[in-house]
């Protein structure tokens, strides 16, 4: 089992930034994908980013892409999302996710084993 927990959210301006971090127990996160989810009151829960066991290939939503960077530090068995340039429609519960294998659909949330219980990102315009 792995256990992870997300923290870093909170309330930020417009063009502001935050960085999360989801640390992980109970197992090296090493062999999993992480992922980062998103979900906005009265939304479906979406694909933010995700990145690979090495942390040398990463992957955006088109929404995300260039504003937000995904890191992770096996060393330290956690993942970060830095989020840059935010926006009113940022706004939402962020989880994060580990995966053993996601394969190609590191974009869908059934593909992943483990989830954090999510933390709240609000972003004022």
């Known amino acids: 089992q792995v256990q992870l927990v997300e923290s870093g959210g909170g309330l930020v301006q417009a063009g502001g930034s935050l960085r999360l971090s989801c640390a992980a127990s109970?197992?090296?996160?090493?062999?999993?994908?992480m992922g980062w989810f998103r979900q906005a009151p009265g939304k479906e829960r979406e694909f933010v980013g995700a990145?690979?066991?090495?942390?040398?290939?990463?992957y955006y939503a088109d929404s995300v892409k260039g504003r937000f960077t995904i890191s992770r530090d096996n060393a330290k068995n956690t993942a970060y999302l830095q989020m840059n340039s935010l926006k009113p429609e940022d706004t939402a519960v962020y989880y994060c996710?580990?995966?053993?294998?996601?394969?190609?659909?590191?974009?869908?949330?059934?593909?992943?084993?483990?989830w954090g219980q999510g933390t709240q990102v609000t972003v004022s315009s």
């Open positions: 109970g197992r090296t996160l090493s062999p999993y994908t």
């Open positions: 990145i690979r066991p090495s942390g040398g290939t990463t």
């Open positions: 996710a580990a995966g053993r294998y996601t394969g190609s659909n590191y974009y869908l949330g059934q593909r992943y084993d483990y």
